[in-house]
């Protein structure tokens, strides 16, 4: 029975242990064992070649063998292992990328509107003027007689500032204290006191249409902001310092989209 000697062993186990560095180490070393081994013969045993032959070929043969077995064996393990690294890595890749792209067929939603970019429609105005219809038919402010009519562009005399000018409303007769309605439904935009024309109201009547109370006691109006609705008290009748040699009257103008019209035009619209 061939008994393997104990180096050659451990550089198969080196070998099969996946040692390569190791096992190119011991190599060396058995070899350079049987270079001296050979030498150390080859002084003892000069008279004998053929019979330092016959003791070393088995030794060779026997060296030669394990070092391919070794070889073969480290290779092929070393060949396992980077497929096995290969496959294991193949498959965590896998399983990640299907982690990270299936999604369940019940967590889809589908059909849902864009809307990034829509706003909310201004319905501010329609709003307003839905609480502001204008009321058909508009009244007089007060249940008397013109006195004075509108004169759009021709000049009439005026016996207060003494002077030709435009007369831009109409006059109505009446006293100190009597109320002023509002002639339609609107908003109050501005209440101020005039030097010629006394404590005056505007009053927007949508549509573009803005009517000015004029001569009004101070105190008794509206306030700016609020809504009033046709036939409403606005004020009462005060002093038009402008007009005053003209007797106490009260004084009303109207301007559609920023040009002075005839008020009395309104009432037979």
Sequence with gaps: MLTVPFSIQYIIYSANCGGFSLFIVY?????????????????????SKKKL???????????????????????WSAKFRVKTDNGESTRKTEQSVT???????????????????ETAPDTSKTEEETRLSRAAQFVKPI?????????????????????????NGTDYAGNIGDPVRAVN???????????????????DHLDGLTVRYC????????????????NDKIGNISEI??????????????EKDGKYIDFESLLTA
């Excluded at 350079?32 to 080859?42: A, E, H, N, Q, Y």
């Excluded at 439904?185 to 009053?203: A, F, H, P, S």
Aim: charged content about 25%; proline content about 3%; aromatic content about 8%.
């Design 27 to 47: 190599v060396r070393y058995f070899v350079s064992r049987i270079t001296l081994g050979g030498v150390l013969l080859i002084q003892k045993e000069k008279s």
């Design 53 to 75: 032959l016959k003791k070393l070929s088995p030794f060779y043969i026997i060296a030669a063998l394990c070092i391919v077995s070794a070889l073969g064996v480290s290779l």
């Design 99 to 117: 982690a990270v792209y299936t999604v369940p067929a019940a967590d889809i939603v589908t059909d849902v509107p864009d809307t990034r970019r």
């Design 143 to 167: 249940d008397t007689d013109g006195i004075k009519a509108f004169s759009g562009d021709t000049l009439v005399m005026s016996k207060t500032m003494g002077d030709w000018r435009t007369h």
């Design 185 to 203: 439904n609107g908003r109050v935009t501005r209440v101020y006191d005039d030097v010629l024309w006394g404590t005056t109201v505007e009053i």
């Design 215 to 230: 001569g009004l006691g101070k105190g008794s109006t509206v306030s700016e902001g609020d809504e009033v609705k046709i």
């Design 241 to 254: 310092p402008a007009e005053s040699a003209d007797g106490t009257h009260f004084h009303i103008e109207a």
